[in-house]
């Protein structure tokens, strides 16, 4: 879905907190054929994509951080997906505590605050690579859906983005590069972009995501991952047998199928992102209260109305209930 990760998110946040928490932990974050390694071993995404606004915010807040950190852990989730990067290092060490590991991103104009235009992205990487939380280095999300953004000229940015992966390879040897694109790059995209490692995908195929493994692997033998994937909890209309409104049931069901098709396709596909943990109710309407509606680019796969209501896609309400999807999440990622 559609990220509206601006200027206000980032800066609110501060400057880099230079206090330095000491570990002893390296990691070596490599590619091998189709397969993401941690320290030489194949290295799952059972991953979950984390924004955590408040309820009456706009901006997030890691304030809930160790009750969500302790959620995660219980669903079984390993890899947290960010859209902007976290410049608080005793974040991050609460990330590692845990034992998750963290796909850090990046946006391309964030007003000078550790952005791909700018080129302050690139302290981040220098501040931060040696750090055990994180996974891997991600630049964009659906970007490729926005070429106003770039003169009126999406090549603009897929020259942007081979050049921030191949200033990251320099600074960081140890982590791969991937983008979040919207579907599936054609290969004069792939063509353009050979620093990019691993290519995340944020796919909305209905229930069923299983052919864009079979077409990736026509295309390219680079690992992939998608990066966001999943079905909000909410039908704007009667259909398949779900009622109207708030439907927790329908958002299960899908989840469940498609974390299964995702995991039958080991070979090829190195996780998955789910979108995502929380309810954004800042989304659609007022930030104090949940309204359905919204807006996403290239969304009408979304089950099972082909209708994203963008402040329903938590696995978790606001407060931090759990719904059907969580124990979905839970059986997939963590069976007994």
Same mark, same amino acid.
């Not at 970007?143 to 999406?154: L, M």
């Not at 579907?183 to 299983?210: F, H, K, Q, S």
């Not at 104090?288 to 290239?298: E, S």
């Not at 969304?299 to 124990?327: M, Q």
């Given at each position: ?9 980032? *800066?609110?946040?501060? @400057? ?9 932990? %390296? ?9 993401? @390694? ?26 809930? @951080?160790?009750?969500?950190?302790? =959620? ?10 960010? /859209? ?8 991050? %060490? ?5 034992? @998750? ?31 055990? *939380? ?10 490729? /859906? ?43 995209? =792939?063509?353009?972009?050979? *620093? ?7 796919? /909305? ?9 079979? %077409? ?39 989840? %469940? ?15 998955? *992102?789910?979108?995502?943990? =929380? ?58």
């Amino acid at each position: 879905m559609k990220k509206f990760v601006g200027i206000a998110i980032i *800066a609110a946040l501060g @400057l880099i907190n230079q206090t330095c928490t000491s570990h002893s932990e %390296e990691i070596n974050v490599t590619v091998s054929g189709r397969q993401l @390694l941690l320290n030489g071993k194949d290295y799952e995404i059972k991953g979950i994509c984390y924004h955590p606004v408040p309820r009456g915010k706009e901006t997030r807040s890691f304030d809930r @951080l160790e009750g969500d950190l302790e =959620l995660m852990q219980e669903a079984g989730i390993n890899t947290i997906r960010l /859209y902007a990067p976290v410049p608080e290092r005793e974040i991050l %060490e609460q990330v590692h505590q845990a034992g @998750l590991k963290i796909i850090m991103g990046f946006g391309y104009n964030q007003g000078g605050t550790f952005d791909m235009l700018s080129g302050t992205f690139i302290d981040y990487v220098g501040q931060f690579k040696d750090h055990p *939380a994180i996974l891997m280095w991600e630049l964009g999300n659906e970007y490729n /859906y926005h070429p106003e953004w770039f003169e009126d000229n999406i090549d603009n940015w897929y020259t942007a983005l081979n050049n921030a992966a191949e200033q990251i390879h320099n600074r960081d040897p140890n982590r791969p590069v991937s983008t979040a694109h919207g579907e599936i790059p054609d290969p004069t995209i =792939l063509e353009a972009c050979p *620093a990019i490692d691993i290519w995340g995908m944020n796919v /909305y195929r209905w229930d069923d995501p299983e052919s864009i493994f079979s %077409e990736w692997e026509k295309i390219s033998g680079k690992p992939m991952y998608l990066s966001e994937a999943g079905a909000d909890s909410y039908m704007t209309v009667a259909d398949r047998g779900y009622a109207q409104g708030p439907n927790e049931k329908a958002q299960a069901d899908a989840t %469940e199928k498609i974390l299964e098709e995702v995991f039958r396709n080991r070979e090829v596909c190195s996780g998955v *992102a789910l979108f995502s943990f =929380l309810d954004g109710i800042w989304k659609a309407g007022h930030p104090d209260r949940q309204d359905p509606g919204g807006m996403a680019p290239n969304s009408t796969g979304v089950p099972y109305d082909g209708t994203p209501n963008e402040e329903y896609w938590g696995i978790l309400d606001i407060d931090r209930n759990k719904k059907e999807a969580f124990y979905v999440v839970k059986e997939i990622y963590h069976p007994n």
